[in-house]
């Protein structure tokens, strides 16, 4: 079945330059997440060689994902914390190898280094996914301004030691977009224009605020900017229903459509077969 979506917290339909590629945010798109991890919470270790990785690329795209969204290091609770050297080394030939055997794929690359974004950069991605608001590593943003790349900025603390530790916003909406407001000043003032919006889902925020946050998802954002969102296998949808991550499916299906009536732009998820735009 093919849902058809009104974008309500839009007067505008959005676009992002990638590589002096015009891509349209006209609909709604899907990032199919590739772990390249031994150690992430829902498939680590399942596409961490070459070979397993070009397989699930194919797949991702074959099953809607316009852009695939590669990350090296896991960055769920009690995660081992990685190095530059060590992300570049898993990603070694990756990138190259999908957008050699894809030419027309997206790759969004899901680090807080630069010298990973620098790397990813020669190799061909399109996208920096930095869930650190460049607040982990002083030269990032820096970094992404010179590669001329689209930015995801997400809502986070402000350092990586804290950014699994819950909590209770007066009002996580504003919280939001106070800290969004903010942001995007830096990042203009650095060059950087082309711009994607990530709430934050699953760092740092209760149960309760990240329902909150799916209800009046509409309210996040300031129009001006794609927004994304990222709930797929998360704990806070799983863990209160006493499942696994892997067995909350339909509830997960439930949830995207919501978020999509509610304007989302692009929804990153682990198995876009399931999500029929």
């Known amino acids: 079945m093919v849902f058809s979506y009104k974008m309500s917290n839009q007067s505008q339909f959005f676009s992002i330059s990638c ?10 798109t899907l990032m199919g997440i590739l772990n390249l991890t031994p150690d992430s919470f829902s498939d680590g270790g ?3 060689n070459e070979k397993k990785a070009l ?13 695939i969204d590669i990350g090296a290091q896991s960055t769920r609770p009690n995660a081992d914390f990685l190095k530059a050297g060590e992300e570049i080394k898993r990603i070694g030939n990756t990138i190259s190898l999908i957008k050699k055997t894809f030419p027309e794929s997206l790759i969004s690359l899901d680090t807080f280094y630069s010298d990973v974004v620098k ?12 869930i650190s608001a460049g607040q982990f ?54 060059g950087i224009n082309d711009i994607i919006l990530d709430p ?11 329902y909150k946050m799916i209800n009046d998802f509409e309210y996040i954002g300031f129009g001006r900017y794609p927004v994304l969102a990222g709930i797929s296998k998360k704990s806070f949808i799983y863990k209160p229903l006493g ?9 997960t299906l439930e949830l995207h459509h919501k ?18 735009l």
């Open 19 to 28: 590589n002096g590629k015009l891509i349209d945010l006209s609909r709604p």
């Open 46 to 48: 399942k596409y961490n």
């Open 55 to 67: 397989l699930q690329a194919e797949n991702l795209l074959e099953n809607g994902a316009t852009i």
């Open 119 to 130: 790397f990813g950069y020669n190799e061909g991605i399109d996208i920096v996914n930095d």
């Open 137 to 190: 590593d002083a030269e990032l943003l820096d970094t992404v301004s010179n590669a001329g790349l689209p930015y995801i900025l997400m809502h986070i603390s402000s350092c990586y030691e804290s950014m699994h530790e819950k909590v209770k916003f007066e009002d996580i909406i504003m919280s939001i977009n106070r800290f969004f407001s903010e942001k995007i000043n830096v990042l203009q003032q650095k």
């Open 200 to 210: 934050g889902f699953g760092f740092g925020k209760t149960v309760e605020d990240q």
């Open 243 to 251: 499942k696994y991550a892997n067995e909350v499916d339909n509830e």
């Open 259 to 276: 978020l999509l009536e509610k304007g989302a732009d692009i929804i990153r998820l682990h198995n876009p077969e399931t999500l029929k």
